[in-house]
């Protein structure tokens, strides 16, 4: 099927869209190492964040000792670090892919410009809502967990890993991450889509039908609250602190890089770093279908999985009439 026959996109990928094998009955290995090696290597964001995560991990972390004792001498450089990551991913990508259209509309899923102005945004424009949200709330609450989990470990109260004591678990934690954050954003997710959760909380970051860079963080306070607390796991799963930092930075800064509204950055007319999904963008113009990653199946477990084919949008459509009439 060609995938031009699902209307009103300016760009389409390989349709029908396709899950993580990793979790398919029967396992099909060579499918499901070929997809690992394809979400990690040769340039990946999840590589980047692992480099970034160590990077910050050996110069710009206090150590435990210092976070047994909470002081703004450490909390607040924790701070500024997250800020100008945020400001640096999302604020670079939206002058590449918006201020300067250096890729013009090639990779493009949504063909509409970003909104400037509209009543439905906290300071009247998209952009301007974004980045409030994104650098007012979000980092808040992604340095609040890290102060929580680094004073934590400094005091005991949440297991600490070294490399000395399982290398093995040590490496694996990283690849496990992203699948615990899979599992968990689904969930929490559809229980954002819950209509009170939905009108109070989550309709915040759903005014961005056209994503752009900094749509990925830009939720009310509440989702943030939950949406970071995936990271809590750690108070039960031994984890060194760059794991946290892996974890955390993760969650935020691929927010950015998936809501980019492209399918990746081109280098010599080749596709060299995925970046949003068109599973993610359909979310956000139809809202009740893909509510998980492609990480897991979850979508496709409980029946709200758009594969991006004209059949799979006739089922959406009949979908969102239940819910709307439930």
Known sequence: MSNAELKGWNHLPDVPIQTSPLMQWPPRPIA???????????????????????????WFQPPLEQT????????????LRNMVLMASVAGALHLFFYTFTAQGKRLKYDP?????????????????????????????FWTAYEVLLFWAMGNGYAPVLLWAD???????LF?????????????????????FLYKHVHALHHRNINVGPWSGMSM??????IFLGSSLIHF????SPVHILFHLQFNSLTAATTHTGFEGLL????????????????????????????????????????DGTVEDDEKIKIRRKRIGNG
């Open 236 to 239: 039960i799963v031994p984890s």
């Open 175 to 195: 690849w496990l991450i992203p699948i615990w954050e899979s599992f968990w954003f689904y969930w929490i997710h559809r229980l954002l889509h819950v209509p």
């Open 112 to 140: 509409r410009p970003l909104m400037k102005n509209g009543r439905q945004f906290t300071l009247g424009g998209q952009i301007r809502d974004n980045m409030f949200w994104t650098l007012g709330s979000g980092v808040f």
């Open 32 to 58: 499901a190492i070929k997809w690992w090696l394809g979400g990690w290597f040769l340039i990946s964001e999840k590589l980047i964040i692992v480099g970034i995560a160590f990077v910050c991990w050996t």
């Open 267 to 306: 280098i010599k007319d080749q596709n060299r770093l995925r970046l949003g999904t068109f599973h993610h963008q359909m979310h956000h113009r139809y809202f009740e279908c893909n509510y998980g990653s492609l990480e897991a199946p979850w979508d496709k477990a409980f029946g709200s999985f758009h």
């Open 220 to 225: 009310h306070p509440v989702e943030h609250l």
């Open 68 to 79: 047994a004792t909470l002081s703004w001498e450490w909390i607040l450089p924790m701070y």
């Open 166 to 172: 399982n290398p093995i678990w040590f490496i694996a």
